[in-house]
């Protein structure tokens, strides 16, 4: 059973960084892709950065929302995935899960091609 738990989140002044990290268990991390999405009260889940595995070389996908603001890496050792989040603006509050794919090839960035998910951890950013 993959589990996936994600910490990091909290409280921040907008202008200003948070660095988000999943500590995954449960299969071979290194192969599948991973993701970021977020949710705010009211609102749809919504992508943020995904990551692929192994065989896609890393490849990398965001939102347009956050580009050239978040950074999303693995570290396949620790079977951690991390989002470096800078410039946070009001808008990039909410809940942000991590989840793993069933996929091996590409960045996926529907939530419908993860097969598990974080509990999901608190961004709020404040003026």
């Known amino acids: 059973q993959v589990q996936l738990v994600e910490s990091g989140g909290g409280l921040v002044q907008a202008g200003g960084s948070l660095r988000l990290s999943c500590a995954a268990s449960g299969r071979s991390f290194g192969s599948y892709g991973l993701g970021w999405f977020r949710q705010t009260s009211g609102k749809e889940r919504e992508f943020v950065a995904a990551?692929?595995?192994?065989?896609?070389?890393?490849?990398?996908a965001y939102a347009d929302s956050v580009k050239g603001r978040f950074t999303v890496c693995r570290d396949n050792a620790k079977e951690i995935m991390y989002l470096q989040m800078n410039s946070l603006n009001h808008d990039d509050t909410g809940v942000y899960y991590c989840a793993e794919s069933g996929q091996v090839e590409g960045a996926v960035k529907r939530a419908y091609q993860f097969d598990y998910w974080g509990q999901g951890t608190q961004v709020t950013v404040v003026s």
């Open positions: 990551i692929g595995g192994t065989w896609s070389g890393g490849i990398t």
